[in-house]
């Protein structure tokens, strides 16, 4: 029998996380797989973050380095004209952009990026074993957010507590920058 396609779409291949199952670290920084979270690089114009902040339900911050959370969504500063917005598990964020009214790019990078969450007394000596950014308090406080390298990857931090981060980061390079966490844990616990 040939499917003519009236259920076309609903038979998505559901994906599966780079790092499923993946856990690790030390007594003194801890690392775990974020759960899935629908994301989108987001591009517009100064006089439309209003609009845009209002239909996403979060405020786009903009400021450098910063970041704002409401209604499960959070928007992390990445440029003058540039945020990234992370919606645990199906947030609409697509729709609620195209809801805005107003110019903009977005792009769903949902399946580009995975997120590793990093915890614990050590969690930033763990980051800083791969990332030259100052993670202290004063330099780097809880929301504090930036797009940076850790090894030889970009990857976007946010201090979300001040001993807890999430590392986002494409999930081609995921292997690789939970294996460099996992030795930066290990040094940090020394």
């Not at 903009?62 to 945020?83: C, I």
């Not at 964020?93 to 580009?112: E, F, P, Y």
């Not at 957010?145 to 990857?153: E, I, Y």
């Amino acid at each position: 029998m040939v499917d003519s396609g009236a259920n076309f779409g609903s038979d998505i291949a559901a994906r599966t996380l780079p790092l499923a199952g993946f856990h690790g670290g030390s007594s003194a920084a801890r690392l775990e797989t974020a759960p899935p979270a629908e994301r989108i690089s987001l591009r517009a114009r100064a006089e439309d973050v209003g609009a845009l902040s209002g239909a996403l339900g979060v405020a786009l911050p903009v400021k450098p380095k910063t970041s704002s959370s409401a209604n499960g969504r959070t928007a992390l500063w990445l440029g003058p004209d540039e945020w990234l917005v992370i919606a645990e598990g199906n947030g609409g964020l697509m729709q609620a952009a195209k809801n805005s009214g107003v110019l903009h790019s977005a792009a769903d990078v949902s399946h580009r990026n995975t997120a590793i969450l990093v915890s614990g007394p050590g969690a930033a000596a763990a980051i800083n074993a791969g990332c030259p950014q100052d993670l202290s308090l004063k330099a780097f406080p809880v929301g504090a957010c930036s797009r940076t390298v850790f090894g030889k990857v970009e990857i976007v931090l946010l201090r979300t507590a001040e001993d807890a981060f999430r590392v986002e980061v494409w999930r081609s390079f995921s292997d690789y920058a939970f294996g460099l966490l996992c030795e930066g844990a290990q040094d940090a616990s020394l």
